[in-house]
């Protein structure tokens, strides 16, 4: 069986196994973090699937041809008090068609992550919530050091959120240092107690060392917008978000010549987010 069959097999196996179980700390923005953390002593499994469509570079000789790029994460949330909550995930990146070997590297990659986020004061005390978070990241190709600043305020049932969001990147197998900005924005409605909907908009660019010239399409900046919605069931929730590119709208291939000929765009013109998430 191969390793993407296997993660959504364990995630279905553990969706049915905990569905009758007590409640959840649902995430309305797939991307987006806000201010709410697990309480002491709870903690969660949460599943992410990204999907984009790309095009993959053969070899010589060859045509490009289109396919669905993926990447897979489960995290497991855990609070340590009611204001600091810990994260371990565990990310895998299939690779792309057979015998292509020039594709797609999306935003995660293969390895595992370590992160904290704090609530900084309780809701409604500080004009607008604030929340710190910090991750270390070791794929197979790399190591990261991740920060964000998460900004949340409630409006009755409106909530806006924000992620001051950088990352320092460092290549094993290249002497590459990059760095990387990805802020996000996001509104959200409750509308009903198990449903919200909302429009969210990301934004990745990176700034690698040494610079490149020209400069790919792929280290952007590359920036999205579209809905998010998200259903609560009790202890499981479920948020999906479908975003459309709103640079360079008219891309929908690889140049056929020039610097960026045998670089793959990591980009597609549509990205698919969706999370699941269990209460333990």
């Avoid at 993959?56 to 600091?84: C, K």
């Avoid at 198990?194 to 969210?200: L, Q, R, T």
């Amino acid at each position: 069986m191969r390793p993407s069959s296997i993660l959504v097999a364990g995630v279905v196996a553990v969706t049915l196994a905990w569905t009758a179980r007590a409640h959840a700390s649902p995430r309305p923005l797939p991307f987006t973090y806000t201010y709410d953390t697990l309480g002491k002593g709870e903690s969660e499994i949460e599943t992410y699937i990204d999907l984009t469509p790309v095009k993959a570079i053969p070899p010589l000789g060859g045509n490009s041809v289109w396919y669905t790029a993926s990447q897979f994460q489960m995290e497991f949330e855990h609070g340590i008090t009611d204001r600091l909550e810990l994260g371990l995930y565990a990310a895998f990146q299939p690779s792309a068609p057979e015998g292509y070997s020039e594709t797609a590297t999306l935003t995660e990659g293969t390895g595992f992550k370590e992160r904290l986020r704090l609530r900084i004061a309780e809701e409604g005390e500080l004009p607008i919530d604030l929340a710190l978070y910090g991750e270390l990241v070791e794929y197979m190709t790399e190591f990261e050091i991740e920060a964000k600043v998460i900004l949340q305020k409630r409006f009755g049932k409106l909530r806006i959120a924000a992620n001051a969001w950088a990352e320092r990147e460092f290549y094993y197998a290249v002497n590459q240092q990059d760095w990387v900005l990805n802020p996000t924005l996001g509104v959200t409605y409750q509308v009903t107690p198990s449903f919200h909907a909302g429009v969210e908009y990301w934004m990745r660019v990176e700034f690698p060392d040494p610079a490149p010239n020209p400069r790919p399409f792929s280290v952007g900046p590359n920036q999205f917008v579209g809905p998010a919605l998200m259903f609560a069931f009790g202890n499981l929730w479920w948020s999906t978000g479908i975003y459309a590119r709103v640079n360079e709208m008219g891309r929908t291939a690889l140049p056929s010549n020039g610097a960026e000929a045998q670089l793959p765009d990591n980009y597609g013109p549509i990205w698919a987010r969706t999370v699941i998430g269990i209460e333990l």
